[in-house]
């Protein structure tokens, strides 16, 4: 099995080979179609040669060419728990007048349940389930893998997980992380890569210890790679505190959470 990551457009996609068949997770903006089959073009597959489109979740971004796409071949994916959102997009596309864009036809699309999703992938011979992860929206799903990948979507960033406390984010991410995961890949934050064997994510008071542990570092002037390695903590929650801090000397522990928490909604 191969996995693509498509960069042509401000949505993380992926194009999963399969042993029998080829899944694109997530599209691009209407409109970014020809710049799509560019960057097919470069990994050297024809988009005729995909045989099934899954989208994270209904919004615009994420969903924008799939029609355009399936009209070369390809049959769009929709969990029972998408039925009734598949046209959400259609008036935000009507109102900025963009003519790039097909909506979905709904007699083309095949309807998979979730209970049934890991036979599905196994007839295009792909190890791995899809799973109801609500909490950016209602329709979200992710795609999980045997072999601890993880695609997730704009679910929150699992380093935002304890700000989001008691939520249904916070519920989804119980769930996907019970499965351990090794690579996250998200729809706009860069790919986390985690230890299967590390310990759960840290709680509320941990992470204020884990940010203020991260802001002594960044003032003696430690190299981020170097930070992470220390401290454990994500690479992109490192980069985050980073940023902030950097940009908000004047700011405490909890301001810089604060800042990260509002930069992730």
Known sequence: MRIHELKYANTNTWLIEGKKGRLLFDTGWAGSFPVFCGCMGEAGIPVQKIDYILISHFHP????????????????????????????????????????????????????TIRESREFLREIGIDGEILSTPGHTDDSISLWLDDGTLFVGDLNPLYERELHHGTQIEKSWQTLLSLKPVTIHYGHAATAHLDRTAAAPPQRDDLYELTR????????????????????????????VTRMYLTHRDVGVQGILDRIEIKGR
């Not at 570092?217 to 690479?235: E, F, H, S, W």
């Open 61 to 112: 971004d994420h969903m924008g060419i799939a029609q355009e796409i399936a009209s070369h071949g390809a049959v769009i994916l929709v969990m029972d728990v998408q039925q009734g959102f598949t046209h959400v997009p259609d008036g935000v596309f009507e109102k900025e007048g963009n003519r790039a864009f097909l909506p979905i036809e709904d007699d083309k699309v095949r309807v998979v």
């Open 213 to 240: 542990r991260i802001m002594k570092y960044i003032d003696k002037g430690v190299p981020l790679a170097r930070i992470q390695k220390k401290t454990g903590a994500d690479q992109q929650f490192v980069e985050d």
